[in-house]
Nanobody
Framework: QAQLVESGGGLVQPGGSLRLSCAASGFTFSRFLMSWYRQAPGKERELVASITSVGDTTKYGDSVKGRFTISRDNAKNTVSLQMNSLKPEDTAVYYC??????????????????WGNGTQVTVSS
């Protein structure tokens, strides 16, 4: 019963900040690549940020580099997204994603991918 539950979304003015959190349960969190995705109405879902299982490597979408920071706490099974200098174009539903997919020597590719239900972020004046 793997679960990802996002929180922290809301309405914020341009230039403001929000911190999103994702609480994970039901799987071995520390073994998973964690990511934040977002999707605005009429737009494709896009990668916002990802962080490796140990937390030593991060990746960001071009549109958020320098403004957003992803972090994780394996002891608490949480991943966060600190969003600063928010812009109206950041408005979207933000989804937490966990990916522990592996290639098993005997069984081949084994997908282990989980999604949260999302949290709304609205940036508007």
């Amino acid at each position: 019963q793997a679960q990802l539950v996002e929180s922290g979304g809301g309405l914020v003015q341009p230039g403001g900040s929000l911190r999103l959190s994702c609480a994970a349960s039901g799987f071995t969190f520390s073994r998973f690549l964690m990511s934040w995705y977002r999707q605005a109405p009429g737009k494709e879902r896009e990668l916002v940020a990802s962080i490796t299982s140990v937390g030593d490597t991060t990746k960001y979408g071009d549109s958020v580099k320098g403004r957003f920071t992803i972090s994780r706490d394996n002891a608490k099974n949480t991943v966060s997204l600190q969003m600063n200098s928010l812009k109206p174009e950041d408005t979207a539903v933000y989804y937490c994603n966990a990916d522990g997919s592996i290639v098993d020597y005997e069984l081949g590719f084994r997908p282990y991918i989980y999604w949260g239900n999302g949290t709304q972020v609205t940036v508007s004046s």
